[in-house]
């Protein structure tokens, strides 16, 4: 399924969520409910800040976050990450914490797979000439 089509499922089934940004791991959206690119890409750049900054709050840089909660008085903003794909997305006061991850859990591996990096061959360094001694 593809990213927008997953989106509209996520909305569908998850009333709970508000907003939400279908992003790879490097940041690019990919797909979003939220109608302005802008607003987009700061979520995304929030879900990935997000991420790089729990495992040190955790206790180790050599934890890979998978899911995260971030509650405040206003909602809260959940992310998941799968492989090269993140999701992020934006609830309501008092959400069904576990139900939110659950469904985006299960946007995540309705995507198609992400098409294999594209492998090059290694070109061999060119010999250089051997210095010649002039007699």
Not at 13 to 39: D, K, Y
Not at 49 to 65: F, K, N, S, V, Y
Not at 75 to 81: E, H, I, Q, Y
């Amino acid at each position: 399924m593809d990213a927008a089509a997953a989106l509209a499922d996520l909305t569908e089934i998850s009333p709970q969520v508000e907003g939400a940004v279908l992003l790879e791991a490097e940041g690019a959206v990919l797909a979003s409910t939220l109608g302005n690119e802008e607003a987009s890409i700061r979520l995304a750049r929030t879900a990935l800040d997000l991420l790089a900054a729990a495992p040190a709050a955790l206790g180790g840089e050599q934890r890979t976050l998978e899911q995260l909660e971030v509650a405040l008085p206003v909602g809260s903003v959940f992310v998941a990450r799968e492989a090269e794909r993140a999701i992020v997305a934006t609830t309501g006061p008092s959400p069904t914490s576990g139900l939110v991850l659950y469904d985006l859990r299960s946007c995540l591996r309705s995507l198609d797979p992400p098409p294999p990096p594209k492998r090059t061959r290694a070109r061999k360094p060119k010999a250089k000439p051997e210095p010649t001694a002039d007699a």
